[in-house]
């Protein structure tokens, strides 16, 4: 009972008093500057003809998208190298016996030159496969719980990482990943530590994956940035996943730039059942073309390596860009998508997130579901939903709290178990 009566608590506590810790950007956030715009049109291919069908989505429509976001903003991914093979390095339980711990290494190729090490937990109670969260850490597993059996990085993996790992304690992001809470609703969760396939510092993609397994292959202006480095590597842990007889169906989610990953893999790979947006803001689930908040000429300033270099040109250039963000959300069709914002959050232009969400709708209807249209942005602490998409806003910073987890364990009930 005191046990749960702790979650109950940090409940009452995460929906009252959200946390955060980011300062806010509202810079170059109002709504009077926008310019006219229009957002292409989901369901009419580059020749003009219309879509009239799943068949011609899933056949024309949707591989000419996967296309022009490959070629003109996040770079191709590649596909599964020969040789990816799992080995687990760690078991036990966990939280007081409530949980089964697993830490897994998945290699890149049979000579291991290259691995992320995936940490998953699960109901130690469960019968039969589970449902699933998948999602990457940005320090490191150790630092998403107080667990103290996980694996903490040692001094050579601390040398060689050179992007801050191993320099937060353990647990210091622990409240972003409530695993005690989560585990309690029937789901595993698992993640792995961005660093272990892609570093986040402009690099010019001489580490990770690209430095290695990668590294002959000659770089052109629509070669991978980070964001789908990161992408392959959620593909690589679904690999683990799907062959792990205790996984039932998997929920890829990210936030901020995690949320990026989260919608281009979801995009890429249907393998993923549901896809959750957490703030991903510019280049995520933002539309472009509004051009307000972080901008895509300043995200790129600021991350060039998160994309690949053909989406240089679109730079203070929004309505010259073949595709927009709503077009990256509607490729989740049919499956079910969660976006969500905070409204202290400007620079990831809540409204333009879920505006962005409206934008993917015609899509949805195209499979005969019902999708959302109201095109006022809804109030702060009340979700909505219709057919297979949810969105919400809640109150405080960019972050992501439990709130934000609750919402989306209560989405995940209609579709994953």
């Known amino acids: 009972m005191k046990g749960l009566r702790i979650i109950l608590t940090s409940i009452a506590l995460a929906m009252l008093f959200p946390l955060g810790t980011s300062a806010q950007k509202t810079a170059n956030y109002d709504e009077s500057l926008i310019k006219p715009y229009s957002l292409p049109d989901p369901l009419r291919m580059e020749s003009g003809r219309k879509v009239r069908s799943v068949r011609q989505w899933e056949k024309k429509r949707r591989p000419e998208l996967i296309r022009l976001f490959s070629e003109e903003v996040f770079g191709y991914v ?15 339980e966990a939280f007081d016996g409530k949980a089964l711990r697993k830490e897994i290494a998945v290699y890149f190729d049979a000579e291991e030159t290259d691995s992320l090490v995936l940490l998953l937990y699960l109901p130690k109670e469960a019968k039969g496969p589970v449902p ?49 809470y989560i585990l309690s609703r029937g789901y595993a969760v698992a993640t792995f530590y961005c660093g272990d396939v892609d570093p986040d510092y402009d690099d010019g993609f001489t580490n990770g994956v690209h430095g290695t397994i990668y590294k002959a292959k000659m770089r052109t202006g629509s070669s991978w940035g980070t964001i789908s480095t990161w992408a392959w590597g959620l593909m690589r842990a679904m690999d683990y996943l799907e062959s792990d007889s205790s996984i039932g169906k998997v929920a890829v989610i990210g936030h901020s730039r995690l949320g990026k ?41 600021k991350f060039p390596h998160w994309f ?47 505006l962005s969400l409206l934008g993917a709708a015609p899509v949805y209807e195209l499979y005969g579901l019902e999708a959302l249209k109201d095109p006022d942005q809804p109030r702060v602490s009340f979700p909505v939903s219709a057919g297979r998409s949810a969105y919400h806003l809640r109150h405080g910073r960019h972050d992501i709290v439990l709130y934000d987890w609750i919402q989306y364990l209560n989405f995940a009930d209609q579709f994953l178990k």
Not at 275 to 282: K, R
């Open 308 to 354: 690949c270099r053909n989406y240089l040109k679109y730079s203070d250039k929004e309505n010259t860009l073949p595709v927009d963000q709503h077009e990256l959300l509607a490729l989740v069709a049919p499956r079910p998508l969660y976006v969500a914002s905070a409204d202290g959050d400007k620079w990831s232009d809540p409204k333009g997130e879920y």
């Open 132 to 180: 699933a969260f998948l999602g990457i850490n940005f320090f490191g597993n150790y630092t998403t719980t107080l667990d103290p059996e996980v694996t903490f990085p040692s001094e050579a993996q601390i040398a060689a990482d050179g992007n801050g790992y191993g320099e937060k304690p353990r647990g210091f992001q622990a409240r972003r990943w409530p695993y005690e």
């Open 78 to 92: 590649p596909g599964k190298p020969e040789g990816v093979h799992f080995r687990e390095l760690t078991a036990g």
């Open 261 to 301: 990953t989260a919608l281009w893999a979801g995009a890429l790979d249907e393998r993923f059942s549901m896809v959750i947006s957490n703030e991903s803001g510019c280049t995520g689930a933002a539309l472009s073309r509004r051009a307000i908040g972080e901008t895509v000429g300043v995200i790129q300033s």
